[in-house]
């Protein structure tokens, strides 16, 4: 019987060391699984921090385009407005031009009606 229990407490010795040597095995996998998850989690901020700089240059660009754009619209609605105003004033002295010889013809014929007039009499 002794050494049944000293058997099992031999047993019970080695499987214990055998764990030991286990769990060890277990933390250093555990700690390197860690360091690799710091070293991951640290290219992701790098990468998150470039792909954000990245996103402001492109975001710059755009504004640029955009100020641009929108200064050439701008632009060519000045000139159009400009263009607009000359072929108004150009239409309003031709419609001056013709009211002007339109008032001129009614007072020659006015005037001849008159004369015509003063003539019968």
């Given amino acids: 019987m002794k050494r049944l229990f000293l058997g099992a ?3 019970t010795l080695a499987v ?3 764990s030991c040597r286990d769990t060890n095995k277990a933390e250093d996998a555990a700690n390197e699984a860690v360091e690799e998850v ?3 989690a640290e290219e992701a ?3 998150a921090g470039e792909a954000v700089e990245e996103a402001k240059e492109a975001a ?3 504004v ?3 100020k641009a754009a929108a200064g050439e619209a701008v632009d060519g609605a000045v000139d159009a407005a400009k263009d607009a105003a000359g072929d108004a004033v150009d239409a309003a002295k031709d419609a001056a031009g013709d ?3 339109a008032a001129k013809d009614a007072v020659k014929d006015g005037a001849n009606k008159a004369t015509d007039a003063l003539k019968k009499q």
């Fill in 45 to 47: 901020k790098e990468a």
């Fill in 60 to 62: 710059g660009e755009v």
């Fill in 99 to 101: 009211a002007v010889d």
């Fill in 64 to 66: 640029d385009s955009v």
């Fill in 38 to 40: 710091k070293e991951a």
């Fill in 16 to 18: 214990s060391v055998t």
């Fill in 9 to 11: 407490i031999a047993l």
